[in-house]
Structure formats: C-alpha cells, structure tokens
C-alpha cells in the first residue's frame, strides 16, 4: 500500500511499564516517573495469580489501558488510574489504601470508573441510550474518569474473542449504543471507528467478514484511481501556489456498512470507499482550495457542508464537498489546517498541550466552547500535573437520570422525589402512588432522588393526590397532573353544592328543579355571566363565584321577586357519625369549622367554602365578621339531631393554684359523662392556674352539665368555652 494512503486507527500492542513511561516523557517531560512504577507495583501484586479469559495473566489489561491512555496524552494521574482502575472491584485493594497511597485525585478516578462499571444497561430503545450517556456523564464528575472507561472499554472490545458468544453481543451492543458515541462526543473519532468496526465484527460478522474480503479485492483498483485524482489535485494547487498535504483515506468498515444500509444500497454502489483529505496551513486556504476543486470537478448539490464555519459540538472543523470525479463517479474531499486535523484525530485530548510546566494552554482551552458547556473550569490550574482535575460536569447539574425497576432511564429534574419519578412513568401510577422503594429499600414520597437510584413506586388503588403533593413535586409535569386531579375533583363537588343549593331555592318559591336545570332560562343565565353552560353555572354557584340571588332572581316571576327577596336558605343539619351532613343530602362535604367548633344546639351558619364544600360556624364565631363580605355564600342552617354523636368543644378554666387542682377539674369533666382528649396547664403571676381543655360533648345542654360539674369544684374561679386558640 502507498505511504500516502495513511491507516487508522493507532493499536496500542502490549505494553511494558517502561513503554508507558517513555511515551509519556515524550509529550510531558515534567512526569512524574516515579508515581507510575508504585502504581504498577500494587497493581502487578493485586492482581497476581488471576488471569483474563485469554489466559493470559490479567496484568496485560491495565498495562494496555494505560498505554491507551497514553495515546490520548493524559496526564499522570489519568494514567495511575488506569493500572490501578480495576482493583477496587476485582482485588482486596481498598479505596483508602489507594487514597493513602496515591492521594484523593487518583482514588477518585479509581472510583469514578468503578462506579460506571457497575450501570448495567438493560434496555436498547434509541432514547435509552441517549438518557444512558447522559447518566454517564452526569454521574462522571471528571471527565478523565470517562476517557479510562473509553479505554477500559477499547482494550476489551480489542480482545473481546476470548469471550463467550452472548457476552460478547451484550458488551459488543452496549459499546455501539453508548461508548462509540461517547468517543465521537468527545472528538476522538479514531477511537469511534475502531470502536465502531470492532462491534461490527461481533454483532454482524457474516456483513463484516464480506465487507474485508470486498474491500480487500477493490482497494488496490480503488486506490489508483485514487492517486489519479490526487495527482490532478497536487498539480493545480501547484499552479495556484498553495501548499498542502494530499492524502487519500480508507472509509472504516462500519462507515461503510451503515451507508450501505441508510441508503439501501449494494457494496459497488459505495464510491467513496476512499476519500481524499487535503491537510493546509490556513482557513484562507481551505477555501481557496475548495474553490480550486469545485472548478475542477462539478459539486454534487447537498454535499457541501462547511465546518470551519459553523463547527459541530464536539469542535470538528473541516470543509466537505462531494464531487463528480473524471470517471464521473463522486469523490468525497475533506479540507482542513493541520491544526483542524489534530483536533479531529485526537478530540479532547488535542487540547491538553504540554507547556513548559506542564500547564495547560491558555488559548487552548478557550477553544473548548462545547466542553465549557460541558464542565465547569475551576480556574484553580496552579498545580501542574492535576489540571485536568478541574474538569467538572455542567451541562448535566440541574439534571438527574434514575433507573426503573425494568432498567429504563428516566431523566428528571435535580431535587425531583418519587412522585415525580411516578408522573414521569405513568398519569395512574403517579395518581395512586403511595411510596417508593429506593434501591430496594422503603422510603417515603418526599426522599430526594439521585443520579443511578433504581426507584420501584408503590401503588395503592384507594390513594388520591393531595394539595401537600403539590409541595413535594418538582417536576411541572407531576405539579400539572396534580392541579389537574385536584380541579376536577372540586369542579364535582362543586357541581353538587350547586345543584344542592339551588334545588332548595327552586323548591322553596314551588319551582321544579328538574325541568329548571333542562331550560333554557339557565343556559342564558350561564351565557350571560360569561359561562359556557347550564353546568358550568352550577359549578360556579357551588364554588361561591356566582350568588344564589343572582340566578334566583332572574328565574322567579315579578311578583314572587318582591316577596322572596333577601330570603336565606333555611336547611337542617343531621350528624352522621363524626362528620355532618344536609338532611337527606349525603353527597356534599360538610364540616364543623375548627375556629369556633359549633356544637348542637348552638347558633349556626354555613358558608360555601370555594371547593371544600360547606363549612358550619357559630354565629358568634369571630371569623364570621369576616366571612360576612361575602354575604351571598352564607346560608341559614339548622341542627336535625337523629343520631348521637360527640364534637370536640374548646373550654378554659381558671382555678386557685393549688395542688390536685387538675385531678378534681378532670374528675368532674368525667363526672359530667364527657371525654377530655386535650389538656394545657398555665399559672398567672397571681397564683391562679388555666386549664384549657379539648372535651368532646353531645351538645350545648351537655356542654352546660360540663360547666355545672366543674363549677362544683372548691377553688374554681371561672368556667368559660373558648372560641379561637
Ligand atoms: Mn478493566
């Protein structure tokens, strides 16, 4: 093959830790050299005696990854890292003896990839991966610990034929899905292709095994048809007096197979199985060259496609064209500057340049616009051979990704719990969740969630949102879902209060409900108050936001109006157990308001309360004063006592303050046959005692006993029942 043709990708072939070390000397004269042979030490004693699946001894692992990450030119703790990256899982090396040993950077890069080996990845759909890399990233507070991976992962996709044939389709799928991209994210495309054709080879050897052989018979053809094209290229450049390396460039398998399926085409339809790159020492030329070419060859339209210009994400720049070659088939060029060319082969890992002391340059990192989007520079670069520690992710921060018991990814907001995590999988199962297993282990709806946490949702087919739901939820799908669940169910309670409400009106003035609630006299009500109908209106009424007046008014005859005017609903109250209910209507939520906690055989009023139903106050409740204002939502009701039942009432006694004070008190309460369920002692400066109890009672004359009872007793000064507090 032509020297000109050049072959990618590098291989790294077995490696000594003496070739480690030189090979970093060589791009960083300041290494540490000495770090590198301790590291190799505990690795080469931890992992004596085992092997790989080869049979070859495991050692040869680490030493490959690290010579992998030499290739990427990482600085030393990468690289200490890498031998020692997998000894936490698979040795009796602890995490603190790595950190005693080789100081927290390092540890935390050991643990950083132990971590990531651990995500198993279970589910293949296209968006999966995609969350799956994401959850890489964001879990990788460094980006070192994702380039060891990346090379942890290169060298066993390398040897990977030592293995077992489900295992290999398992790791082969999970590097095409995950770690091939990540390399290309990263810009270190010789990583990609090789990552990419070695997945090939094991999920589709019958295509992949064709393909060398097709290759192998067309390369020789291809390739002088090739140096033709670049014979005619070199010449005119010369002409035109710009300089620039020609070289042709072998397409990688998997770049061929994957056109020949997006395009569903056969292998000899691939023109482009070579490509020509023209490398040159400014932008100026790129295009100059572009031009040159396009007034050689006619452009196919739609290939042109310009990177210098707009670089993708990851930095690549280049010009691509396609043209119509002298043989009329198309030819693909690829135009960049010598530094375009080291970005493109080397990604990431271009930028770390080697100062004087080992710092990394300036201007070099402003160019990293995509990766300060990425991580977050901590300016903090004094210590020479750590600056690549200041690496963090940032794109990702607000961002958490947790498994579902079947492996699927759900990305989610940073402070989410798992009621979010319940709206995010499904509307029902965010409805009737109840709590959550983290990790397997019972944990309670408001536990913060975290990057990795597999979280399983318990569900109960009786559980309804609450409004403290809204508290707990982050995510504004889960806070959405919530509102909704919650407005529709005071939209029915609400429709009922209404019809509730008007029913007795109607009945009242000898009006039929039935056919008022069918007329047509409601629905121009409703569209006169800007509702949309007769329903609407009723709910409307329930909620308060219409007056019972206002529709009464307008659905009675003159004569009855005059009569019936500032009429108040009149209704009775039978109690039903511990709630209260409007005789005959089951359905509408009452309740005793807790400021004034009415009694049977009190004074009452009822208030339609906006979507809670009706609220029952003491008409000397202090609160009433300021309900009045709303003059329209109260109504007139009535005690109907079928039944026996007890409500808490609030009292106050004022005693001497004197021992047994509070036994005799409470004795006489229980005398009177009712039940204290709350007690608060004070004293006054003027030895005199409080006692406010809670005591449950049948009813005002109950109440009364209560009092005479408790009047009995020899030091008591005052008796009183109390409102508020
Ligand atoms: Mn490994």
Redesign the pocket.
């Known amino acids: 093959m032509d020297s000109q043709i050049v072959k990618q990708p590098p291989v790294s072939p077995a490696a000594s830790i003496d070739d480690i070390i030189r090979k970093i000397q060589a791009y960083n004269p300041q290494a540490s050299v000495d770090v590198l042979r301790r590291a190799y030490d505990v690795s080469a004693k931890a992992h004596e005696g085992q092997t790989r699946q080869s049979g070859e001894p495991y050692l040869f ?2 030493l490959a ?1 690290a010579a992998i990450l030499t290739d990427l030119k990482m600085d030393v703790p990468s690289i200490v890292a890498g031998l020692l ?2 000894t936490i ?2 040795t009796l090396v602890s995490r603190e003896s790595i950190e005693q040993e080789f100081g927290p950077d390092v540890m935390r890069l050991v643990d950083g ?1 132990t971590k990531i ?1 651990k995500i198993r990845f279970k589910s293949y759909e296209e968006k999966q991966a995609e969350n799956f890399r994401k959850m890489i990233l964001s879990m990788a507070e460094d980006i070192r610990v994702i380039l060891i991976k990346l090379a ?2 290169l ?2 996709m390398r040897t990977l034929g030592a293995l077992k044939e489900p295992k290999q389709q398992r790791i082969a799928r999970e590097t095409l899905e995950i770690y091939a991209p990540l390399a290309n994210r990263l810009g270190i495309g010789w990583m990609k292709n090789e990552l990419e054709d070695l997945c090939l080879r094991y999920l589709k050897p019958e295509a992949y095994n064709s393909l060398v052989a097709k290759v192998a018979t067309q390369l020789a053809e291809r390739e002088r048809y090739v140096h033709s094209v670049i014979d005619t290229v070199k010449a005119t450049m010369e002409q035109y007096g710009f300089t620039a390396r020609v070289l042709g460039r072998p397409k990688h398998f998997y770049g061929i197979y994957s056109k020949m399926e997006r395009r569903e085409i056969a292998f000899e339809e691939v023109y482009d199985l070579i490509g020509i790159r023209i490398i040159t020492d400014t932008k100026i030329a790129c295009y100059g060259i572009l031009g040159m070419i396009h007034s050689l060859w006619k452009p196919v339209p739609g290939r042109f496609k310009d990177y210098i210009g707009v670089p993708k994400s990851n930095l690549y720049q280049s010009l691509h064209t396609t043209v119509i070659g002298p043989q009329g088939e198309h030819v693909e060029f690829q135009i960049r500057t010598e530094e375009m060319n080291r970005v493109a082969e080397e990604g990431i890992a271009a930028h770390w340049r080697y100062k004087e002391h080992g710092q990394i340059d300036e201007k070099d990192s402003k160019l990293f616009s995509w990766l300060r989007q990425l991580v977050e520079w901590q300016q903090d670069l004094t210590d020479n051979r750590q600056f690549l520690n200041s690496i963090k992710m940032d794109l990702f921060s607000d961002v958490i990704y947790v498994f579902t018991p079947k492996g699927d990814v759900i990305e989610l907001v940073k402070g989410s719990t798992p009621i979010d995590m319940a709206y995010a999988v499904h509307t029902e199962i965010g409805n009737r969740c109840t709590g959550a297993k983290i990790n397997g282990k019972i944990a309670p709806l408001k536990s913060l969630l975290k990057s990795g946490d597999t979280v399983e949702i318990v569900t109960s087919p009786s559980q309804v949102p609450t409004k403290d739901w809204l508290k707990i939820a982050k995510t504004p799908k889960a806070k959405a879902r919530i509102k909704h669940w919650i407005n529709i169910e005071e939209r029915k309670q609400s429709l009922e209060i209404g019809k509730r409400l008007l029913e007795r009106e109607l009945r009242r003035h000898h009006l039929s409900p039935a056919e008022v609630f069918k007329s047509e006299a409601l629905v121009k009500i409703a569209s006169d108050s800007g509702l949309s109908s007769s329903e609407d209106l009723l709910i409307a009424l329930g909620y308060g936001r219409v007056s019972l007046n206002h529709v009464i008014n307008r659905l009675l005859p003159e004569p009855a109006l005059k009569e019936g005017l500032k009429d108040k609903l009149l209704t009775s109250i039978g109690r039903q157990g511990q709630g209260v209910t409007i005789k005959g209507v089951n359905d509408i939520m009452i309740t005793l308001a807790k400021c004034c906690n009415p009694v049977p055989g009190d004074k009452i009023l009822g208030f339609i309360t906006r979507g809670r139903g009706l609220s029952i106050h003491a008409v000397d409740c202090p609160n009433i004063d300021e309900l009045d204002y709303d003059r329209d939502r109260l109504v007139e009701v009535d005690w109907d006592v079928k039944q026996a039942a007890t409500h808490p009432v609030k009292i106050s006694v004022v005693t001497m303050d004197r021992p047994g004070m509070l036994a005799k008190t409470s004795a006489a309460i229980t005398a009177a046959e009712a039940n204290i369920s709350h007690a608060e002692i004070t004293t006054t400066d003027d030895k005199k005692a409080v006692f406010n109890f809670v005591v449950d009672v049948l009813d005002t004359a109950h109440l009364a006993k209560v009092f005479k009872q408790i009047e009995r007793v020899e030091g008591v000064i005052q008796t009183r029942r109390t409102r508020r507090g």
Do not use: C, L, S
């Open positions: 692992h680490p990854v990256h997998d899982e698979d990839v080996g942890d992962r060298h066993n």
